[in-house]
């Protein structure tokens, strides 16, 4: 289990990402590429994903084992709130200290879910193509970003859009639970693996953690390819991040509008998408556009369907919000043809 300990001023300093994290989500997704665990949610993901990948893979799974540890440095810390792009955090990553680079590397196999074999077991099948980047040098840090970035552009940038509208969706329930009750009801709302049990926030994980944020308050990171228990980094003197799991429909991602979107035309459909802009729940959708509760849920189903709307569930109902290309269409920017 991992504890958080949270002050009162450190309650005061609970802080949520603006958006998502390009190198979490990387890393991530390269967990949930060998999953062997079957998901619905990113079974198309994975089948579009594997064909695409080339040699980088190799070079990552000797850096990020399929569970447990992976080294801090590979997700470098953000000032504030605003996230690292992927150029950003490779360059943070690139000027990682040797001494760093050699203390975190050599706890791979030290950690992590209990397999049958010792820790001096699991070190001992580590790839002789870690030494060269143990050593600090700059060519095999340089070979470690080159893979990052192949794998990246194959498995993560071209879905980029799918995750900001995921994490831009639970954003939104986030920031109606912190408007709503203050940041112990945006605790409290957090997914179901992690518990706000005042002054500790409680989650499900592989190893037992206490983590103390001594007056450096927590960042929330929402996560597409998080699944599961939550994240956080090893070294505890690094800025606290928690990074968790965002919801996803039950219908998979990654779908293609397709003919759904020739169901968009008519004046109350596109009422509704504008009334969905800044989010809302079915019932305030309906108020607002002056439309039934039925034809409001029906409306922002097929919104949802064409890829328009994101809906995440926010206690007892659904909070609807537009996707980056609905948002595309309401600003007059989308390629559609009618």
Known sequence: ??????????????RMATGPDALWETILS???????????????????????????????????????????????????????????????????????LRAELAMLGSEGPADGRTATARRAVRPVRLDALREGRSEPLGRLIGALRGYHRAAVEPYWPHIQASV????????????????????????????WRAPVLEADYPVDR?????????????????????????????PPVLVYPVGHPSAPVFAEPGPWLGRLLGHTRSTVLRTIGDGCTT??????????????????????????VHTLRHGSSVLHTVTPLGGSLLRGGAPLAV
């Open 30 to 100: 390269f967990h949930r590429l060998r999953d062997r665990r079957a998901s619905t949610v990113f079974g198309k993901w994975r089948t579009e994903t594997r064909p695409r990948l080339n040699g980088e893979v190799r070079l990552l799974s000797a850096v990020v084992p399929p569970r447990g540890y992976f080294p801090d440095f590979l997700t470098p810390s953000q000032e504030g709130s605003e996230p690292l792009d992927f150029g950003t955090g490779t360059e943070a990553l690139r000027d990682t200290p040797p001494e760093r």
């Open 283 to 308: 019932s305030e959708l309906a108020r607002r556009a002056g439309v039934s509760l039925a034809s409001a849920s029906q409306h922002a189903c097929v919104l949802r369907e064409a890829g328009l």
């Open 168 to 195: 831009e969706a639970d954003r939104a329930v986030r920031g109606r639970a912190l408007l709503d009750g203050g940041p112990e009801e945006l605790l409290a709302s957090l997914p179901p693996v992690i518990r």
């Open 1 to 14: 289990m991992l504890r958080i300990h949270i002050s009162g001023w450190d309650l005061s300093k609970v």
């Open 210 to 238: 206490e983590l103390r944020l001594d007056g450096r308050g927590l960042l929330l990171q929402p996560s597409f390819f998080c699944r599961g228990a939550p994240v956080v980094l090893r070294d505890p003197l690094l």
